[in-house]
């Protein structure tokens, strides 16, 4: 038995906070660690003790195995839990845990030896006869014998990182001319991520689900699965949606890959909690893809459906007790559909975000669940992954689950950065989602470039913005108990006030007159000025950042962050905008970068530099690469001209808008 008091998470975000809800709930010591750049993070205020261990970078906080342990040693700690991603996978944080004499709430080094290495796990798995993906897994790891091998397998193909995952060191190749680069990418993304720039090669299967098996197995030689996720909605080979159960799963095919699932943890003597994943084609034949020798993002939806708290198991388990049930006592009850909430933007590939947290208000109600990380008035650091939340919605049929996670979703407001909401709810509202039949192509397919603009507000939700700012602006220049006593806001001696906001959303605008129509009441009329549209507007309450309004008698409640007079965050039936009066800001037009100026998008290390000044280049050519929330980036040229001027240099850090260099354009 490893008896243990208190745990230390060597961990951040939401994982850490959810680690550290259920350890709390046991009667456990809880010691979260910080980095600088998290000094004000949730998971620091809400474990019973917390230790700095360095600053923002990952290399010198969260993936420093000394520091993690210096950490332990001087709280006190007797055990860890590494939550999911950084050094969770890292056997040799494992062995150093426990050769410090503390409990690692893990997997032995074994395991994670073997299934963290895409190879070696391949290998393991044919020995044990699980089905795995025809491809290449050899030692022999130079670029030339990558390339040749490349030949040997049918198009596409794709290049992986043999260590780690999350999408991190994977290159699609359509082309065989294209494998050189793909491979070159990939290894230095593979180093930067996991520290190893060995990859595997295998071949593409086309369209097929994603469907990993939960296992859990003690100490005792007990090991059961929990049934299946079917996570095919992904970006970058990133999952973005995930539900338990798999909405084709047949009873036999769940036996069949619950078997599997099991002899690859059996192969490996596995402890604790485990996913062994799956890709499944349209015929039913499933290969072997890669095993997580941790706990998953995505595990809350199995948690709701088997009533099983995964995080209180794993601990149960590292104490050397017995799981205590059997696979006939799993019970698979209802449907759970979990989003991830990233800030990125969708219309740019994807392109991960930082900057404020304005306002984080999220949703609550039957059937919701929130795993969150962040609060209002902290900053989304750019050294971290950009998933900020999971929102899950469960009930007793996938419909009822899938209808109250867009509730949730709606409902749920994130201000200040942008994030993937209103992409997330197009996923949940398509009709393939809805008939569960979306594949790992299901993005690519349903989604044109048009499709993954964030929705423009409405002159409806305009006007909400407006008639909320003028009752803010009143609240702030009167006494507001005079203005409601007496009704005198937005009004004369002589007659009512016309007032006019005017905001700009791409090529719309919306030019407002808003006119008092009755101020005891506060009614308020309000006309589009440019097409002539009309709409009364009735605030029935403002509280903070929550005001119900009825918009020609139908009731709306409004979300909204006022920063200062003329900047208002609003959200309106889940439809979310920055709202700038540029008539209070003189009509100032944000500053836009020609197709000249090249700039970063984001706060990252600047990889490689690819030109200099008097290169001509071609519209899309590659001319630096950025390592930014641990991906690589190619910045391409936007036009064909001539490098008038670098000011980029290799290996430093830039801030988003930094300009890199500038291009003359070809007359």
Same mark, same amino acid.
């Given at each position: 038995?490893?008896?243990?008091?208190?745990?230390?998470?060597?961990?951040?975000?939401?994982?850490?906070?959810?680690?550290?809800?259920?350890?709390?709930?046991?009667?456990?010591?809880?010691?979260? &660690?910080?980095?600088?750049?998290?000094? /004000?993070?949730?998971? &620091?205020?809400?474990?019973?003790?917390?230790?700095?261990?360095?600053?923002?970078?990952?290399?010198?906080?969260?993936?420093?195995?000394?520091?993690?342990?210096?950490?332990?040693?001087?709280?006190?700690?007797?055990?860890?839990?590494?939550?999911?991603?950084?050094?969770?996978?890292?056997?040799?944080?494992?062995?150093?845990?426990?050769?410090?004499?503390?409990?690692?709430?893990?997997?032995?080094?074994?395991?994670?030896?073997? *299934?963290? $290495?895409?190879?070696?796990?391949?290998?393991?798995?044919?020995?044990?006869?699980?089905?795995?993906?025809?491809?290449?897994?050899?030692?022999?790891?130079?670029?030339?014998?990558?390339?040749?091998?490349?030949?040997?397998?049918?198009?596409?193909?794709?290049?992986?990182?043999?260590?780690?995952?999350?999408?991190?060191?994977?290159?699609?190749?359509?082309?065989?001319?294209?494998?050189?680069?793909?491979?070159?990418?990939?290894?230095?993304?593979?180093?930067?991520?996991? /520290?190893?720039?060995?990859?595997?090669?295998?071949?593409?299967?086309?369209?097929?689900?994603?469907?990993?098996?939960?296992?859990?197995?003690?100490?005792?030689?007990?090991?059961? @699965?929990?049934?299946?996720?079917?996570?095919?909605?992904?970006?970058?080979?990133?999952?973005?949606?995930?539900?338990?159960?798999?909405?084709?799963?047949?009873?036999?095919?769940?036996?069949?890959?619950?078997?599997?699932?099991?002899?690859?943890?059996?192969?490996?003597?596995?402890?604790?909690?485990?996913?062994?994943?799956?890709?499944?084609?349209?015929?039913?034949?499933?290969?072997?893809?890669?095993? $997580?020798?941790?706990?998953?993002?995505?595990?809350?939806?199995?948690?709701?459906?088997?009533?099983?708290?995964?995080?209180?198991?794993?601990?149960?388990?590292?104490? /050397? @007790?017995?799981?205590?049930?059997?696979?006939?006592?799993?019970?698979?009850?209802?449907?759970?559909?979990? &989003?991830?909430?990233? =800030?990125?933007?969708? !219309?740019?590939?994807?392109?991960?975000?930082?900057?404020?947290?304005?306002?984080?208000?999220?949703?609550?109600?039957?059937?919701?669940?929130?795993?969150?990380?962040?609060?209002?008035?902290?900053?989304?650091?750019?050294?971290?992954?950009?998933?900020?939340?999971?929102?899950?919605?469960?009930?007793?049929?996938?419909?009822?689950?899938?209808?109250?996670?867009?509730?949730?979703?709606?409902?749920?407001?994130?201000?200040?950065?942008?994030?993937?909401?209103?992409?997330?709810?197009?996923?949940?509202? $398509?009709?393939?989602?809805?008939?569960?039949?979306?594949?790992?192509?299901?993005?690519?397919?349903?989604?044109?470039?048009?499709?993954?603009?964030? !929705?423009?507000? =409405?002159?409806?939700?305009?006007?909400?913005?407006?008639?909320?700012?003028?009752?803010?602006?009143?609240?702030?220049?009167?006494?507001?108990?005079?203005?409601? !006593?007496?009704?005198?806001?937005?009004?004369?001696?002589?007659?009512?006030?016309?007032?006019?906001?005017?905001?700009?959303?791409?090529?719309?605008?919306?030019?407002?007159?808003?006119?008092?129509?009755?101020?005891?009441?506060?009614?308020?009329?309000?006309?589009?000025?440019?097409?002539?549209?009309?709409?009364?507007?009735?605030?029935?309450? &403002?509280?903070?950042?929550?005001?119900?309004?009825?918009?020609?008698?139908?009731?709306?409640?409004?979300?909204?962050?006022?920063?200062?007079?003329?900047?208002?965050?609003?959200?309106?039936?889940?439809?979310?905008?920055?709202?700038?009066?540029?008539?209070?800001?003189?009509?100032?037009?944000?500053?836009?970068?020609?197709?000249?100026?090249?700039?970063?998008?984001?706060?990252?290390?600047?990889?490689?530099?690819?030109?200099?000044?008097?290169?001509?280049?071609?519209?899309?050519?590659?001319?630096?690469?950025?390592?930014?929330?641990? *991906?690589?980036?190619?910045?391409?040229?936007?036009?064909?001209? =001539?490098?008038?001027?670098?000011?980029?240099?290799?290996?430093?850090?830039?801030?988003?808008?930094?300009?890199?260099?500038?291009?003359?354009? $070809?007359?």
């Amino acid at each position: 038995m490893n008896h243990f008091n208190s745990i230390l998470i060597a961990n951040r975000g939401e994982i850490a906070c959810r680690v550290i809800r259920t350890a709390k709930q046991l009667g456990y010591r809880t010691i979260a &660690v910080y980095s600088d750049a998290d000094a /004000g993070a949730p998971h &620091v205020y809400l474990a019973d003790d917390a230790v700095c261990i360095g600053s923002g970078p990952v290399s010198e906080s969260y993936l420093n195995p000394k520091l993690i342990l210096q950490a332990a040693a001087t709280s006190g700690a007797e055990s860890i839990h590494p939550g999911y991603g950084f050094l969770s996978e890292n056997a040799a944080f494992a062995d150093a845990v426990e050769d410090a004499g503390l409990v690692f709430i893990g997997p032995t080094r074994e395991a994670i030896d073997v *299934m963290g $290495n895409k190879a070696e796990s391949k290998r393991r798995m044919t020995e044990v006869g699980v089905p795995c993906v025809p491809g290449y897994e050899g030692h022999d790891q130079s670029d030339k014998a990558l390339l040749a091998e490349g030949l040997k397998i049918d198009l596409p193909l794709m290049v992986k990182a043999a260590a780690g995952g999350g999408g991190r060191g994977m290159r699609l190749v359509h082309d065989r001319a294209e494998l050189s680069n793909a491979i070159k990418l990939a290894r230095a993304e593979a180093e930067a991520a996991f /520290g190893s720039g060995e990859l595997i090669l295998e071949k593409a299967i086309i369209k097929p689900r994603h469907v990993e098996i939960q296992v859990f197995a003690d100490t005792l030689g007990n090991i059961v @699965h929990l049934g299946e996720r079917d996570c095919s909605v992904q970006r970058r080979h990133q999952k973005v949606v995930e539900e338990a159960p798999c909405p084709v799963m047949t009873q036999a095919l769940r036996e069949k890959m619950g078997k599997s699932a099991i002899a690859a943890a059996q192969s490996v003597n596995y402890r604790g909690a485990g996913t062994v994943e799956f890709l499944l084609d349209e015929s039913g034949f499933f290969y072997f893809l890669e095993m $997580n020798t941790r706990l998953q993002v995505e595990h809350p939806v199995t948690e709701l459906i088997t009533g099983l708290d995964l995080v209180a198991l794993q601990i149960s388990v590292a104490q /050397g @007790h017995p799981l205590g049930f059997s696979q006939a006592d799993v019970c698979l009850d209802g449907h759970a559909i979990e &989003v991830r909430l990233y =800030t990125e933007d969708p !219309s740019q590939d994807f392109l991960p975000a930082s900057g404020p947290v304005d306002l984080w208000s999220p949703a609550s109600g039957f059937g919701v669940r929130i795993d969150d990380g962040i609060i209002s008035g902290q900053s989304i650091s750019p050294f971290y992954d950009p998933m900020v939340a999971k929102i899950i919605g469960h009930g007793p049929t996938r419909e009822t689950a899938r209808l109250r996670l867009i509730d949730a979703l709606r409902e749920t407001v994130l201000f200040g950065t942008p994030n993937n909401k209103d992409f997330l709810l197009k996923c949940l509202e $398509n009709p393939r989602f809805i008939a569960g039949a979306a594949t790992t192509a299901f993005i690519e397919e349903e989604f044109s470039n048009q499709d993954l603009t964030v !929705s423009l507000p =409405t002159f409806t939700d305009s006007a909400v913005a407006a008639v909320i700012e003028l009752y803010l602006e009143a609240q702030m220049h009167f006494d507001s108990s005079l203005l409601v !006593s007496n009704g005198l806001k937005n009004w004369t001696i002589a007659s009512a006030m016309v007032s006019r906001k005017r905001y700009q959303f791409a090529e719309i605008t919306y030019d407002l007159a808003i006119s008092p129509k009755d101020c005891s009441a506060d009614i308020y009329e309000v006309t589009d000025i440019s097409s002539g549209q009309t709409i009364t507007i009735k605030v029935d309450s &403002v509280s903070e950042n929550s005001s119900v309004l009825y918009v020609d008698g139908l009731k709306h409640v409004a979300q909204f962050k006022w920063l200062q007079q003329g900047q208002l965050h609003c959200s309106v039936k889940g439809r979310s905008a920055f709202f700038k009066d540029q008539i209070i800001l003189d009509g100032a037009a944000d500053e836009t970068m020609g197709g000249g100026r090249v700039v970063a998008p984001m706060h990252g290390l600047l990889l490689d530099v690819l030109v200099q000044s008097g290169d001509q280049v071609i519209k899309g050519q590659t001319l630096a690469v950025l390592e930014a929330m641990k *991906m690589h980036y190619e910045i391409q040229a936007e036009i064909d001209g =001539t490098v008038a001027e670098v000011t980029a240099v290799l290996g430093k850090q830039v801030a988003a808008d930094d300009v890199l260099l500038e291009i003359d354009e $070809n007359e």
